[in-house]
């Protein structure tokens, strides 16, 4: 089985399963291994959590590279 994966692109993060996905309410959402769901960075979306390509529109792009927040620095790591 290949791990999950989530990768930061300048508009959304790519998620690849096998992951589920919970919201605040408890609903659950399964992308099966090898699958993608993209999600919202910009705020925009009217799909929300999901990306739908709004962030075109608006002109919003941000960076998508770790190094520029000192490797994670910052980052809080909490387990469940």
């Known amino acids: 089985m290949t791990d999950a994966q ?3 692109r300048p508009a ?3 998620v690849t399963g096998p992951v589920v996905i919970v919201d605040g309410d408890g609903h659950e959402l ?3 291994a090898g699958e993608t769901v993209a999600l919202c960075r910009c705020g925009q979306s ?3 959590p999901f ?3 709004s962030h ?3 002109g919003f792009a941000s960076t998508s590279c770790l190094l520029d927040t ?3 620095k910052g980052a809080t ?3 469940t």
């Open 77 to 79: 790591v909490r387990s």
């Open 12 to 14: 959304s993060y790519r």
């Open 56 to 58: 075109t529109a608006i």
């Open 51 to 53: 990306c739908d390509g």
């Open 70 to 72: 000192e490797g994670g």
């Open 46 to 48: 009217k799909s929300k």
């Open 6 to 8: 989530i990768r930061i």
């Open 30 to 32: 399964t992308v099966a």
